[in-house]
């Protein structure tokens, strides 16, 4: 399993950028599924974006797409969520996920390791 530790959520007005980071340990290659997840309360989990860790090339969300990217630190150990022109409906826990037996259609995957997860409130 992949230990995935969340944070960087708060409080962020709406129109301003926030960066939420994922820790990742335990994991003894690259080159598997890791995505951003989000839930508000009352909705379903959805997913944000996916990459490969160690990968170049995301996957986001419709509703995201050019307001939200993904990268991460050359050693691989930080996966980062970057958004911006945060809006109201973003307000939302978001989770860290991997899945250590998936190396490929990382936006249809089912994901068996989580964080904890970082609350995100937007007003």
């Known amino acids: 399993d992949v230990q995935l530790v969340e944070s960087g959520g708060g409080s962020v007005q709406a129109g301003g950028p926030l960066i939420l980071s994922c820790a990742r340990s335990g994991a003894a290659r690259s080159g598997y599924c890791t995505a951003w997840f989000r839930q508000a309360p009352g909705n379903e989990r959805e997913m944000v974006a996916s990459i490969l860790a160690g990968g170049s090339r995301a996957t986001y969300a419709d509703s995201v797409k050019g307001l939200f990217s993904l990268s991460q630190d050359n050693a691989e150990t930080t996966l980062y969520l970057h958004m911006n022109s945060l809006k109201a409906e973003d307000t939302a826990m978001y989770y860290c996920?991997?899945?250590?037996?998936?190396?490929?259609?990382?936006?249809?995957?089912?994901?068996?390791?989580w964080g904890q997860g970082t609350q995100v409130t937007v007003s």
């Open positions: 996920a991997a899945n250590l037996l998936r190396e490929a259609r990382c936006e249809y995957v089912s994901y068996s390791d």
